[in-house]
Every structure is written in structure tokens, then in C-alpha cells.
Nanobody
Framework: QVNLAESGGTSVQVGGSLRLSCVAS????????MGWFRQVPGTEREAVAG???????SYADSVKGRFTITRDGATNTLYLQMNSLKPEDTAVYYC????????????????????????WGQGTQVTVTS
């Protein structure tokens, strides 16, 4: 059974930084894919960043250079370090997982198009204020 629990969402000012965490159970980082998605009410959920089982990463163009995805195998925790935050980063952020040795790019695409293929956390709200 896979369980994902996000934390760290809060309100932050424009230009600020925030780190989200996701504690995962039932997932082996060296075998499986992990990623972050976000969703604004009334819009489609979008991929933010992903990390494959081999440690390779992929980012949405909108967050490249500002966000960094990392993982800690010892604690089975996934992180998203978010810097230089903008108002358009405001969203509910979801941790996601998919079993298997998928590339980060393909896993992000698959989970965007077929969310039932993966596992999801409950989400954590990030609000960027000006």
C-alpha cells in the first residue's frame, strides 16, 4: 500500500522561499518515480517536477532555475525547494508516485494524462502574496 503525506505549504511573500516535504511509504526511491504537481481551482493539474529512480530530474519550464526536487532515501522523503516565488506559483501542490523505472519526463506526462496510473497525496496549499 502506497501512502504519500505532504507538508510545508503556507503563505509566503513574492520572492520568498519555501520547502515542501512528502513522506512516502510503500515506495522505493531507487525503484520508483516521484514527482510534484500543482493545481489551481478550475484548472487542470500540471506537472511541476519529477525525479526518476536513477535520480534524473525533469522540470516544468515555468519553474526551471527556481525549484529543485530532491529525495532522501534514508527517510523516504521527497522535497521541493521553491525559490523566487511568484504569485502564479499559488496552487495546491500534490506529491505523486508511480511504480517502475520510468524516465522523469515520461512519468510526468503519464501522470498528467492518466492520474489513476499513480498514487497521490492529499495536497498542501501554497499561497504567494504580493
Amino acid at each position: 500500500q502506497v501512502n504519500l503525506a505532504e507538508s510545508g505549504g503556507t503563505s509566503v511573500q513574492v520572492g520568498g522561499s519555501l520547502r515542501l516535504s512528502c513522506v512516502a511509504s510503500g515506495i522505493i526511491f531507487s525503484n520508483d518515480f516521484m514527482g510534484w504537481f500543482r493545481q489551481v481551482p478550475g484548472t487542470e493539474r500540471e506537472a511541476v517536477a519529477g525525479i526518476a529512480n536513477d535520480g534524473s530530474t525533469s522540470y516544468a519550464d515555468s519553474v526551471k532555475g527556481r525549484f529543485t526536487i530532491t529525495r532522501d532515501g534514508a527517510t523516504n522523503t521527497l522535497y521541493l525547494q521553491m525559490n523566487s516565488l511568484k504569485p502564479e506559483d499559488t496552487a495546491v501542490y500534490y506529491c505523486a508516485a508511480a511504480k517502475g523505472a520510468l524516465t522523469a519526463v515520461s512519468a510526468l506526462r503519464t501522470l498528467t494524462d492518466y492520474p489513476d496510473f499513480g498514487y497521490w497525496g492529499q495536497g498542501t496549499q501554497v499561497t504567494v502574496t504580493s
